[in-house]
């Protein structure tokens, strides 16, 4: 079994910084994929980027490309989201999440492609 735990979370102001984390515990070793989703009030979960545990592929959302880097570090279970520019469309709760087998490229966005996911941390962008 996989756990994943987020943290990181807050209130912060337009144009603010903030680092996500998510650690995961158990079977580390059995998951390939791992992903940040988001979900805003009132709207569907959306995905917002994913990496491989070697770090050699990412993809991102185009409403985060150049402000928001994702990275891994198998060794300490630990997958970041750096979060840059911040804007007030960004709140959301923020979801990790992982894969149990390989998963490439198109596919990645889906969330119904992820097997394991945290319990989410808030995300407050005021403007």
């Known amino acids: 079994q996989v756990q994943l735990v987020e943290s990181g979370g807050g209130l912060v102001q337009a144009g603010a910084s903030l680092r996500l984390s998510c650690v995961v515990s158990?079977?580390?070793?059995?998951?390939?994929?791992m992903g940040w989703f988001r979900q805003g009030p009132g709207k569907e979960r959306e995905f917002v980027a994913a990496i491989t545990w070697s770090g050699s592929s990412t993809s991102y959302a185009d409403s985060v490309k150049g402000r928001f880097t994702i990275s891994s570090v198998f060794a300490r279970s630990t997958v970041w989201l750096q979060m840059n520019s911040l804007k007030p469309e960004d709140t959301a709760v923020y979801y990790c999440?992982?894969?149990?087998?390989?998963?490439?490229?198109?596919?990645?966005?889906?969330?119904?492609?992820?097997?394991?996911w945290g319990q989410g941390t808030q995300v407050t962008v005021s403007s």
């Open positions: 999440a992982a894969t149990q087998a390989p998963l490439y490229g198109g596919r990645r966005p889906n969330p119904d492609a992820y097997d394991y």
């Open positions: 158990g079977r580390t070793s059995s998951t390939y994929v």
